[in-house]
């Protein structure tokens, strides 16, 4: 799992798979998001969960938020051979920034 | 430009040297933000501009660093007295939300800086 002190996790898996990470962080949040990144270039947006939410749907994705544990999960459904990236929490904690952990990197093999 | 554009995409400098790395944001995104990602961590917050004004820099590493938007769109990293420390990718994003409820980031594709 992903948080600001753990070192980051690889996950392998098989195309058609599930791929689930999870992510923690350390106080109250507004909200938590996910992003990935394909060869350590630039980030893009996959989604936002907000503080007062517990689950979110977008396409193939879920991500779960569970505050009183102060973690999130990402499960990616039926895993392509395109997912095959890193992925990355960011927690808005409402300090100017997000804040993002050291990143989950998926290898989905065809 | 359809997204956030950075330039150089590539820089190679010797220790010492001065640099200069360029973000261009997506129109109407009011806040910008700078950040740097070491191989295999995350991104770390570097500065964050709401409008032409340094909101936050408490991310700066030191007084080598500084950073300006002057008409509240281009912004432009500087580093002064490079050292072999200061090599990582160094991300922009804008976003039309701006805190103290963060929105949506959109990210450039990143400076990759080489100190020698």
């Known amino acids: 799992s992903q948080q600001g002190e753990e070192d980051p996790q690889a996950l392998s898996i098989q195309e058609g798979e599930n791929a689930t990470m999870n992510c923690s962080y350390k106080?109250?949040?507004?909200?938590l998001q996910w992003y990935r990144q394909n060869s350590g270039r630039g980030l893009v947006h996959l989604i936002l969960?907000?503080?007062?939410?517990r689950e979110k749907h977008s396409g193939r994705l879920r991500v779960t938020l569970d505050t009183s544990k102060k973690s999130s999960s990402l499960l990616i459904t039926a895993s392509r051979a395109a997912d095959t990236a890193s992925y990355f929490c960011?927690?808005?904690?409402?300090?100017?920034?997000?804040?993002f952990g050291k990143g989950n990197q998926v290898v989905v093999i065809p | 430009g359809a997204g956030v554009s950075q330039t150089p995409s590539n820089k190679v400098t010797e220790k010492g040297k001065y640099v200069e790395l360029r973000c261009d944001p997506i129109?109407?995104?009011?806040?910008l933000y700078w950040y740097r990602q070491s191989l295999g961590q995350g991104p770390e917050f570097l500065i964050y501009?709401?409008?032409?004004?340094?909101?936050?820099d408490s991310g700066l590493p030191n007084d080598r660093f500084f950073a300006v938007r002057p008409e509240g769109s281009v912004s432009t990293l500087k580093i002064q007295r490079t050292e072999r420390g200061d090599s990582a990718v160094y991300l922009c994003?804008?976003?039309?939300?701006?805190?103290?409820?963060?929105?949506?980031?959109?990210f450039g594709e990143g400076s990759r800086l080489t100190v020698l």
């Open positions: 994003a804008s976003s039309l939300n701006p805190p103290p409820n963060t929105g949506e980031l959109f």
């Open positions: 106080t109250s949040i507004n909200n």
């Open positions: 969960i907000r503080s007062n939410e």
């Open positions: 960011a927690t808005d904690y409402g300090n100017n920034r997000l804040a």
């Open positions: 129109s109407g995104h009011t806040a």
């Open positions: 501009f709401q409008g032409t004004g340094a909101a936050d």
